[in-house]
């Protein structure tokens, strides 16, 4: 089954490439989508003979690497890959063509524990407050995730007081991996940029009643140098043929 969709996914990449010659393509992608995007983006260029130039950084927040900060000083992209409502902003400040606007993948919250540690239980509202609670100190990422679990989890818990002396939110780097050197005892983050860090045991999702689901889309830049293999990239990424790979990342695939 698994190379039955990968030769569907091939076959989906030749008809979408209509490319005289290999061009490349600069794409800009958050977090979130990235782990199946290193699949993905490697099959497409290999395919259609395109290189894929990728820059890496959150949706928003304040870092330089965040990919408004990057589009606003000037730098140029093709396609634009991050949370969905950054997104839409970008589409309003008329630095995205509303019209590419493609829908890729849902993303939900989960937790990690540093490898051989006990795993809490969080399978309910409760469970996961007294974990919390216990917890000697909790992490949580500088983008869509952390916002969420700063602003609107711990108080929908009713523990922020709590929770605010042994909490942090983590710049830049994958929370994963500050848990991993057991400098914080849980790491909260979207589950597909929890997967890939070593030294990390995945627990589990948080409980849907307190989920937080980001929708990652994409689109492609006013001004892209390529849009015609943007476009093309895009299609493949949305596309039927790649959602076991999707899936198989933390994410769950959109409804269409």
């Given at each position: 089954m698994k190379k039955l969709f990968s030769y569907?996914?091939?076959?989906?990449?030749a008809s979408?490439?209509?490319?005289?010659?290999?061009?490349?393509?600069?794409?800009?992608?958050s977090g979130g989508f990235t782990a199946a995007y290193k699949i993905l983006g490697p099959e497409f260029a290999t395919s259609t003979g395109n290189t894929l130039h990728t820059d890496l950084g959150p949706s928003m927040g304040k870092a330089?690497?965040?990919?408004?900060?990057?589009?606003?000083?000037?730098?140029?992209?093709?396609?634009?890959?991050?949370?969905g409502y950054a997104l839409d902003d970008l589409i309003k400040q008329g630095k995205v063509d509303p019209a590419s606007r493609v829908e890729l993948a849902d993303s939900r919250i989960g937790l990690v524990v540093r490898e051989g540690a006990a795993k809490p239980d969080i399978s309910s509202?409760?469970?996961?407050?007294?974990?919390?609670?216990?917890?000697?100190?909790?992490?949580?990422?500088?983008s869509?995730?952390?916002?969420?679990?700063?602003?609107?989890l711990f108080k929908k818990l009713g523990i922020e007081d709590q929770l605010k002396p042994k909490s942090k939110m983590i710049p830049k780097i994958?929370?994963?991996?500050v848990v991993a050197t057991g400098d914080y005892q849980l790491g909260f983050q979207q589950v597909s940029e929890l997967l890939p860090v070593?030294?990390?045991?995945?627990?589990?999702?948080?409980?849907?009643?307190?989920?937080?689901?980001?929708?990652?889309?994409?689109?492609?830049?006013?001004?892209?140098?390529?849009?015609?293999?943007?476009?093309?990239?895009?299609?493949?990424?949305?596309?039927?043929?790649?959602?076991?790979?999707?899936?198989?990342?933390?994410l769950d695939s959109v409804s269409r």
């Amino acid at each position: 089954m698994k190379k039955l969709f990968s030769y569907a996914a091939l076959i989906l990449i030749a008809s979408l490439s209509s490319v005289a010659q290999a061009e490349e393509i600069r794409v800009m992608t958050s977090g979130g989508f990235t782990a199946a995007y290193k699949i993905l983006g490697p099959e497409f260029a290999t395919s259609t003979g395109n290189t894929l130039h990728t820059d890496l950084g959150p949706s928003m927040g304040k870092a330089p690497e965040a990919i408004p900060n990057r589009l606003a000083r000037g730098e140029k992209a093709d396609v634009v890959i991050m949370v969905g409502y950054a997104l839409d902003d970008l589409i309003k400040q008329g630095k995205v063509d509303p019209a590419s606007r493609v829908e890729l993948a849902d993303s939900r919250i989960g937790l990690v524990v540093r490898e051989g540690a006990a795993k809490p239980d969080i399978s309910s509202v409760e469970a996961l407050k007294k974990t919390l609670l216990d917890a000697k100190s909790v992490a949580y990422s500088d983008s869509a995730s952390g916002v969420y679990i700063e602003e609107q989890l711990f108080k929908k818990l009713g523990i922020e007081d709590q929770l605010k002396p042994k909490s942090k939110m983590i710049p830049k780097i994958p929370v994963g991996s500050v848990v991993a050197t057991g400098d914080y005892q849980l790491g909260f983050q979207q589950v597909s940029e929890l997967l890939p860090v070593p030294g990390v045991s995945f627990v589990a999702k948080i409980p849907e009643s307190v989920q937080s689901v980001t929708r990652f889309a994409a689109g492609i830049a006013l001004g892209a140098q390529h849009p015609a293999e943007a476009k093309a990239l895009l299609d493949y990424l949305a596309s039927p043929a790649v959602q076991p790979q999707v899936q198989a990342t933390g994410l769950d695939s959109v409804s269409r």
